[in-house]
């Protein structure tokens, strides 16, 4: 809850830096602190920084607002406190959460963390398991929560689930923020094209393969 208490101060150490959008990438702090407190918050800074102030769950509730989605599914990396809390969240929002997939971390991952619900561990085979889960669910959209797990490389391989368009809380912020610099319409269509890829597809596939070269470099 320090973040979003902290957030004017967090702001002002862009000092003079020429932004014309600020994200902040913590949907934690949104399902603690309550929409209304959230709206409250956030309204305050648009007015004292004169810029575009937005957090992922918010990004998120547009998004799902420009796919007119209301029936959604969950897939969560959290453990079950924080879950309740983001369920609470999503509701007083006015979407109907139908189902939620918790992340399952594999063996492999457990062993390198060494903790009970290591975000930063988890791997992108691991959140394309949850999504199956909700395979047979009849869903609006599917919400891949958690800014700290990785989603891009999941989106890629499954944009969609039985017709249920499927994003993440980070590609929704990046989606908002990039838009209001833009002036773009909020659009159904205008998010699906970042849900495929357009806007980071080939930039992805570069870091991914200079990934895997660095890697063979070490191992030769």
Known sequence: MAYFDQLTQSAAQFAEAPLRSLGVACTGSSYLVGCDREDVLF????QRTGIHVTSSALSVVDAL???????????SPYPDSL??????YWQSRGFQVEAVAKVVLSEASQSRSGQPNPIYAIGSNSVMDAIDKLRDTSLDAIVLLGTGMPSLKSILHVPSLSGAPVFSCTLALAWRCVSAVEGNELSS????????GTHWRSRFEDCFFESIDAKLNEFI
């Open 43 to 46: 309204d305050e800074l648009r």
């Open 65 to 75: 607002h420009a796919l007119n989605a209301q029936r959604i599914g969950l897939v």
């Open 83 to 88: 879950l309740q809390h983001s369920i609470a």
């Open 189 to 196: 269509d205008s998010f699906k094209s970042w849900i495929a």
